[in-house]
């Protein structure tokens, strides 16, 4: 029992008024609320500031990761003695320990009036809860390692002792429930690439029982009554109901399974909830813990009871990793896909075309793939397609719903009648475990001939935008590249200039590039009008050719040309095209060559 003299108020008071003494030092200190705690534990430490300058700005640790932090609240305080003004002000955090060990922040620093001040923060030490016979908690999961997509279950199994008079109910008091905290059926992030299949209190809710039946508190899921109710309202519900409301813990009763070990009466109580893994990695759950007292001893007439001290129990962590599937046996022709069942298809959207016309193959995966696990698919490697095709652009992919599609743009090299080949494609099946090989089936594709063909003219012919840029870079003559190189990165130009576009127009017969201002002999002036209105296709195609800004926007103007000036609308077309279709028009020789020459560039 303290006591206290008749002077203790009095200069209690003059101390908290007044502040301290006259001439006092400044000073900075820092303490912890416990040296030694449980792990899991949280516990306070408070960094205090005392004297007559400002601090300037928060203090720093030099270890703030040693445990998980919140905070700081801040709170301060000012006096007056006899003139001279000195203040107090105090940071405190809450710190959480997470595993066994030292927590060690180091030294605090603070700067007032431009001097440094340090306090040494003491260590604190979290070890296990100190052994007791009444309480067991432990955590595991079903699997070790998964698979992208797949399921596993984590499940909490709390065993405590139960004397035997109690007739196998739980050991808990009614009045009394102890604690039970799972953090990953708090919700929210943290618990690496795994989701909850389930909302955390839809996985537990049908266990609930109504307060003052034995069972346990279950993290903070509570429930709020509404005031408004009780007292005749019908209640408001909503946020009223949550803002007027108060809390009142969920009590929980999980289903118990009642055995003996070394002579002592235990019930089992298992929570369990089911996980996703959403990709690669590991997803870790920290530890369980059990806080509160249980029902050690019941008298004889079974009614009295008598409770044992509060006692703590915690659950190692577990950790699950997320790994792709095996690398033995693992075929050339894997995309990384994972799922049950595949049946790909492939289509091209016409079925006959001439050599150098750009033509799209799609490619359909239909089946029970993980979409987040199918990845790029090379078409190339496939003997027989590198042979006959050039890719033009990259692949697209444009999913059906669940169901990955690609789309790849290609030009036939070759002549005749072709085969887009059984493209061989590698999943591994999540439920047999073990890698399946399918194919797709052959399609068709006849291809026309073209007079003098040269593949390697074929602007396209790259099948990455790398190769793209290194075709472009290495162009040369009177066309710039639409893309060049530079310090600055990829910088966007103009893909044909002012000279190229003279060369274009100007190097090509009058009949070719000037038929509405050079009408022939035997039309006169109605030739001549026609010829005005067609002359707009110039200056259309010119504008088209300066704001382009790949060679696919370079050949659609100049097909546009053709198109308008006179009727010729060539698909896909190549420079030998220009050359035949100047050629069928009058124009040929090094006009021609020179015009085929400036848009292969």
């Not at 430490?45 to 905070?71: F, K, R, T």
């Not at 030294?107 to 309480?135: C, D, H, L, N, S």
């Not at 893909?495 to 100007?506: D, E, G, K, W």
Request: charged share 20%; proline share 9%; aromatic share 8%.
């Amino acid at each position: 029992m303290f006591r206290f003299s008749r002077f203790a108020f009095p200069a209690a008071f003059a101390a908290m008024v007044l502040g301290p003494a006259p001439g006092a030092a400044d000073s900075f200190t820092a303490s912890v609320s416990q040296r030694e705690v449980v792990t899991g534990d949280p516990f306070r430490i408070v960094l205090e500031w005392q004297g007559s300058g400002a601090a300037q700005g928060e203090p720093a640790l030099e270890n703030p990761d040693a445990a998980p932090l919140s905070g700081p609240s801040v709170s301060s305080s000012m006096f007056n003695y006899n003139g001279r003004v000195s203040q107090t002000r105090s940071w405190s955090w809450t710190a959480f320990a997470e595993r066994d060990g030292e927590i060690d922040f180091g030294t605090a620093k603070i700067v007032v009036g431009g001097r440094t001040y340090t306090a040494e923060i003491p260590v604190v030490k979290a070890g296990p809860p100190p052994p007791q016979p009444f309480v067991r908690l432990s955590m595991a999961s079903d699997k070790a390692e998964v698979l992208v997509d797949e399921e596993f279950t984590v499940a909490v199994t709390l065993d405590v002792a139960a004397p035997a008079r109690l007739g196998g109910a739980l050991p808990f008091a009614p009045r009394n429930p102890p604690l039970l905290r799972i953090p990953h059926l708090g919700g929210g992030e943290g618990f690496g690439p795994c989701r909850a299949v389930r909302e955390p209190f839809d996985a537990v809710k049908d266990f609930v029982v109504r307060a003052g039946l034995p069972g346990v508190r279950l993290n903070s899921f509570a429930r709020r009554d509404d005031p408004f109710e009780a007292m005749g309202f019908g209640g408001f519900g909503g946020s009223l109901h949550s803002a007027f409301g108060e809390a009142q813990p969920y009590v929980f009763a999980f289903p118990a399974e009642e055995f003996a070990e070394n002579g002592t009466n235990y019930l089992r109580q298992t929570v369990a909830a089911t996980f996703r893994a959403e990709a690669l990695g590991e997803c870790a759950f920290p530890a369980a813990r059990f806080e509160g007292a249980v029902i050690a001893h019941v008298g004889a007439d079974g009614r009295s009871a008598r409770l044992s001290p509060p006692v703590v129990a915690l659950s190692p962590g577990v950790r699950v990793k997320v790994v792709p599937p095996p690398a033995a046996g693992r075929p050339d022709a894997f995309f990384g896909a994972l799922g049950t069942s595949l049946s790909p298809s492939v289509s091209l959207d016409t079925q006959s075309c001439r050599q150098g016309d750009p033509i799209e193959l799609t490619l359909r995966l239909d089946g029970d793939l993980v979409p987040s696990t199918v990845g790029k698919i090379d078409i190339f490697s496939v003997p027989g397609i590198a042979e006959s095709f050039r890719a033009w652009g990259d692949a697209e992919r444009r999913d059906d719903g669940a169901v990955p599609v690609f789309h790849f743009k290609v030009r036939p090299v070759a002549a005749g009648t072709l085969e887009i080949p059984p493209i061989p494609l590698a999943y591994f099946d999540t439920v047999e475990r073990a890698y399946k090989v399918v194919a797709t089936d052959p399609v068709p594709l006849r291809v026309d001939p073209v007079a003098d063909f040269d593949p390697s003219a074929l602007f396209a012919a790259a099948a990455t935008n790398d190769a793209v840029q290194r075709l472009l870079v290495a162009s040369s003559g009177p066309v710039a590249p639409s893309i060049s190189l530079s310090d600055a990165g990829f910088a966007p130009r103009r893909i044909v200039s002012r000279r190229a576009l003279a060369a274009l127009f100007i190097s090509a017969p009058a009949a070719w590039l000037f038929p509405g201002l050079l009408p022939v002999a035997g039309g006169g002036i109605s030739r001549s009008a026609a010829a005005l209105r067609k002359g707009r296709a110039r200056s259309r195609a010119e504008a088209a050719l300066r704001s382009a800004d790949s060679p696919q926007r370079v050949m659609e103007a100049v097909r546009a040309l053709l198109r308008d000036r006179w009727g010729e609308d060539v698909p896909g077309m190549t420079p030998s095209d220009l050359r035949e279709a100047l050629a069928r028009h009058g124009v040929g020789g090094e006009d021609a060559r020179r015009a085929a020459a400036l848009v292969q560039e």
